[in-house]
């Protein structure tokens, strides 16, 4: 029910001119007036439809949060008929990144969101026929578990689905090995579903858009991650065109950004922000991620290393580099600096 409708996305309301720091900072911190009353809108009606919402603790930010701003994520491969390359995988790899931290750079430098991009490394995949994952499978842990319908399922012992304290002492690898959420491929779906657990889609559609620009399904379904609700029964004064509201815009829109926001704003008293981050960050040089285009297998891992750009070498690979009231670096290390949209541009290849 995910249909492609092209949408003219908002040419916004920046306001160019001098002398608009203080501005630009309060409009960082406060929605944009078009925007707020909707915003308002869709907080009164989670928190009157949801059950318990500022008690659940497995949300998209708490599972960031407990893996210190770098996600593991397990893929289910579900088919007993299409096969899929290495360097299929590393694609795969890469377009879960590049979608994730999409949202990630609504986030990145509101309020006291600890990080500017989030490395995703994929660790692991569940097939029903090993045989299906053609070429080398090293560094990755291959799973023939199943879950109760008997569908390819990455082991219970290393998910945080089944382990929300975060202890994965069963897990065979242990915790180095434990995977955050899934992304679950399923042959002939259309549509998707989305929540705590991770995200299901069309295996076919995502392997049909693993270079698209926006992979919309992907990123409504992401979405729900991040606590976000679906829009079927009612809409938001104004709000017509966002990617919550399905079938409505193929990219996230400066309302689905700012409704991240807002659920980061109620939330965030829980964590202990100052522990959120790893403490090594000094490995990442800028040699090392200059270099990182030699190979695809090497570029993700050295994405996985370089938590925290200083702002002298430039922004990281999906980082933040530009938007209204950005502090941070406007170069990238990697990639260039893209405009998405009044409020933040990306550091793309
Ligand atoms: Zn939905």
Redesign the pocket.
Known sequence: MHSSILVSLLTSSLVLGAGLNTRQDEAWRTPPSNISQALNEVWAHEISTYSNPLGFKNYGYDQLIDAKGKIQVCMRWETTSTSITAAQRTAVEEAVGKMYNKWIAWLAGWDDFPYSSVPVTVVGWATSNTALLQGSTSGVDVYNTVDEGGIPQCDPRCGRFFHQDHNYSSCPGGSARHYDWSLWLTQGMSGGA?GDWGMRIGLEYMMQNLNSENIHILL??MG?HFALD?FYDWTPTGMINFIML?GSSTAITPFDGWMARDWWRHLKSRYNLSAATSTTKASSTSTSRASSSSTRSSSSSTRASSTTSGASSGQTLYGQCGGQGWTGPTTCAQGTCKYSNAWYSQCLN
């Open positions: 989305g409504h379904e729900h679906d399905a």
